[in-house]
């Protein structure tokens, strides 16, 4: 069987480094990175989001501030209050919860944010210098898949990646941060033909499509790395993209939905926090 990777345990040891960061920093400047999350609307999944980085944020130590604005807030007004987070140097990340509401067009709120407070690491420029290969503030679920793959020293260069989905907040960040680590990497999507014999032929998958067994232990060369970022709901339960029962036989490692790549996304937050108060892009 291979081995598995526990997000949730890789997390706690990640966000104790973190704790301790903070620590310092405080120690060291007499202030603690401050994060602003702003909400807009009700949607529950939405609200448990915000409140699971309200609670990591303070259990690191850090400052919070969660703002919720009702369904109704008008673009301007939105703008208008990360403008003031922007100039407002107590705050050191900005975080908007996407979706925003229709009403509300989010191309020009990730825009507004200072991209040296874009924790999210969504803001074009954030995401060109990532292309790059220049410091950047990486977005959360990617950067948590390379600690992941870092934890466990597992070797990138020269391997085939398949990156099965390519969103702009998983698929295409991950594809550029296995390639910047030497990785051949494929970019799959719904339009891919003969995924199987992609997938057969990749030393790493990365599943980001959202729907349940869209990866299955036929499609799944033996020996490789299975990273499960989806999240789907059936029958009740909480599963991934992957089957895996099936695959966990044939992979050397493979993540677990829960417990997987979900928990080292608010780690990789709290990391993005940090690095926005030391200020990694001005240096
Ligand atoms: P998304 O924006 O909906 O993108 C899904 C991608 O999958 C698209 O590129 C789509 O292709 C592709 N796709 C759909 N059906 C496919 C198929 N049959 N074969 C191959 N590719 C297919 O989703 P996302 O935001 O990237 O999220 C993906 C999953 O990860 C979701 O389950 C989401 O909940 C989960 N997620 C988890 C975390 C976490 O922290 N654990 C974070 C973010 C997302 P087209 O581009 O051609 O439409």
Same mark, same amino acid.
């Given at each position: 069987?291979?081995?598995?990777? #526990? ?56 400052? #919070?501030?969660?703002? %919720? ?12 209050? %990360? ?59 990617? $950067? ?5 793959? $870092?934890?466990?020293? %597992? ?31 494929? %970019? ?48 009740? $339960? ?13 992979? #050397? ?24 108060? $030391? ?5």
């Amino acid at each position: 069987m291979g081995e598995i990777i #526990s997000g949730k345990e890789l997390s706690l040891k990640v966000r104790e480094e973190v704790r301790l960061e903070v620590e310092e920093l405080k120690g060291l400047y007499g202030a603690v990175p401050h994060l602003v999350v702003i909400l807009v609307g009700e949607d529950p999944a939405s609200q448990s989001y915000v409140k699971a980085k309200h609670k990591a944020c303070l259990n690191a130590g850090m400052k #919070s501030t969660v703002v %919720i604005k009702e369904i109704s807030t008008t673009q301007d007004t939105l703008l208008e209050l %990360i403008d003031m987070y922007n100039k407002d140097s107590d705050v050191h990340g900005i975080l908007v919860q996407l979706p925003l509401p229709k009403h509300i067009n989010e191309d020009l709120i990730i825009d507004a944010i200072d991209i040296a407070k874009d924790v999210d690491g969504f803001h074009p420029l954030n995401i060109a210098y990532m292309h790059l290969g220049r410091k950047a503030i990486l977005p959360a679920t990617p $950067k948590g898949i390379m600690t992941m793959l $870092k934890s466990k020293n %597992i070797e990138l260069k020269g391997k085939d990646a398949i990156v099965v989905g390519r969103s702009n907040i998983v698929g295409k960040p991950v594809a550029m941060l296995l390639l910047a680590e030497h990785a051949t990497v494929t %970019i799959a999507h719904s339009r891919t033909l003969n995924l199987k014999e992609k997938c057969l032929r990749a030393d790493i998958i990365v599943a980001a499509v959202g729907r349940a067994n869209t990866i299955t232990a036929d499609m799944v060369k033996e020996g490789a790395v299975v990273i499960d970022v989806g999240v789907n709901r059936v029958d009740g $339960k909480l599963v991934g993209d992957c089957d895996f029962d099936a695959i966990k036989d044939k992979a #050397s490692f493979i993540t677990p939905v829960p417990g997987g790549v979900g928990p080292m996304t608010i780690t990789s937050l709290l990391q993005n926090t940090i690095e926005c108060y $030391k200020g990694i892009l001005k240096i």
